[in-house]
């Protein structure tokens, strides 16, 4: 079968969604729609151009405030497409009925081995206690434009940490379930440029009554991204930057790496899910529509 895949949006994810298709076996045609001129791609200039190229597989990777419009046109305009929407699915919830197209959120973390590691040895266990720290500096995130001039600096396109980092609030779901929240912490308090939240600090629970604590932010200068899991005969540190992890578990420690993990490689691994029919680890529209109505619950919580 010949797949005909389309990039919507060509900055920094669109083109790293390109790059990793382009070299996807499956994909025989790739196209990107955009307002930049002289693209190495077909370049479509507008989303009824999209009917006629008539694809199979779409990637929706423009500002998050574009994304409700651009799956909206999608969803009312063309049938039995899969089509995966760049987290966070939209910048607060939107009531959209999909029934049209198979509708994923890019929530790729999913397919790290070490989140999936997690997953399997958490399984059965009593946990007790969750901390999670995401920080890095946001003006090193893109060297190709001034961070002030981007999405993640703008509220109008969908900035800031509780949008941006929301790879934690999903993956701490996938794991645990459902948070309950007790106290919320979401402000710009560093002396960066941006009109966006840059510190996000949330307590909460799960239906187990584990705690959950989990910091997020856009200033911590050399980054960080650690998950640690304490339970009954179960201890895990874990390290996305360096793809390790610790685990103590019946009285004695095991350590694992994935060495070979870069950028790119939870991207494919998803992309490839998508493509060959293996939903399993995909983050759902559904599920992506539980994200946002806690993102949107952590926006409005009172104390």
Not at 11 to 30: A, D, V
Not at 172 to 181: A, C, D, K, V
Not at 252 to 269: A, G, L, Q, V
């Amino acid at each position: 079968m010949t797949i005909t895949a389309l990039v919507i949006g060509y900055g920094s994810i669109g083109k790293r969604h390109l790059g990793i298709l382009k070299n996807n076996s499956k994909i025989n045609k790739l196209a990107v729609l955009s307002n930049q001129k002289n693209l190495p791609y077909k370049t479509l200039s507008s989303l009824e151009e999209a009917i006629n190229l008539n694809p199979h597989y779409v990637v929706i990777a423009s500002n998050t405030s574009l994304h409700f419009k651009h799956l909206t046109f999608f969803e009312e305009n063309m049938k039995n497409i899969k089509i995966l929407v760049e987290k966070p699915l939209f910048d607060s919830y939107q009531n959209l009925i999909i029934s049209n197209n198979k509708v994923f959120v890019g929530y790729n973390l999913r397919f790290h081995p070490l989140i999936q590691l997690l997953k399997k040895k958490i399984l059965g266990k009593k946990i007790w206690n969750i901390q999670v720290f995401c920080g890095s500096y946001l003006p090193d995130w893109r060297k190709d434009i001034d961070y002030r001039l981007s999405c993640s600096a703008k509220k109008t396109l969908g900035g800031g940490v509780l949008l941006d980092l929301s790879h934690e609030l999903d993956y701490i779901s996938w794991l645990f379930g459902s948070m309950n929240l007790k106290y919320v912490y979401n402000r710009k308090v560093s002396n960066l440029d941006i009109d966006t939240d840059d510190l996000l600090i949330i307590s909460s629970k799960t239906k187990e009554n584990a705690h959950i604590n989990i910091s997020l932010n856009y200033f911590t200068k050399k980054p960080i991204r650690q998950i640690l899991i304490d339970g009954e005969n179960i201890s895990i540190q874990a390290d996305l930057i360096t793809s390790s992890v610790t685990v103590y578990e019946n009285n004695k420690f095991s350590e694992y790496k994935w060495p070979d993990i870069n950028k790119n490689s939870t991207y494919m691994s998803e992309h490839e899910a998508i493509l060959s029919g293996n939903f399993s680890n995909v983050c759902s529209f559904e599920e992506g529509i539980k994200t946002i109505k806690l993102i949107d619950k952590i926006k409005t919580f009172q104390q």
